[in-house]
């Protein structure tokens, strides 16, 4: 009974229209030739980590929309960080073998981590994934405007008039 109850009505908001101000999303945005610069760079602090993944005694740990960290674990008491990969847009990751995949932008990346204090960078396959349109929050946000670049991530504002809302 309860759940008919609710069915009645919808759970998301209509959005407002005509001139208003209110908190949202906006996409930031990077030019093809940033989205492409991976680095392998020494270690540093993780911000926003997400995925984690452990390989023998490395654990491979995404910080969203920045890249991979590289932590040494073999001393779970004293883990040492190892690298960071840069990595623009980076959400995701998998690894197979000796290989970890990942999410650069649009496009998928392939690093040899068979030697994880010396990860090389493989293979890029071009858009792989389509350009992320929303953010992965509901309310209002900037519509994206594919003439400014690639998004890579969403971040807060103060947004004047939205015309997008999911």
């Known amino acids: 009974m309860i759940a008919m109850l609710f069915g009645c009505f919808p759970l998301v908001e209509e959005p407002l229209r005509g001139d208003f101000q209110t908190e949202g999303y906006k996409p930031v945005y990077v030019s ?3 989205i492409e610069k991976i680095q392998i760079q020494g270690p540093k602090a993780m911000e926003n980590p997400g995925k ?3 390989r023998g005694q490395y654990l491979f740990v995404n ?3 920045e890249g991979i960290h590289i932590v ?3 001393n779970p008491s004293q883990p040492n960080k190892i690298a960071f990969i840069q990595i623009p847009g980076n959400v995701d990751m998998a690894v197979k073998g000796n290989y970890l995949y990942a999410d650069n932008g649009t496009d998928l990346i392939v690093l040899d981590i068979s030697q994880p204090q010396a990860v090389k960078i493989g293979k890029r396959i071009d858009n792989a994934f389509p350009q992320q349109k929303f953010p992965p929050f509901r309310g209002y946000f900037e519509c994206v405007d594919d003439s400014r670049g690639t998004v890579i991530a969403w971040e807060r504002a103060t947004l004047n008039s939205p015309q997008c809302f999911r």
């Open 32 to 34: 093809a030739e940033e």
């Open 63 to 65: 910080d969203r929309f």
């Open 52 to 54: 984690i993944y452990i």
């Open 72 to 74: 040494d674990n073999g």
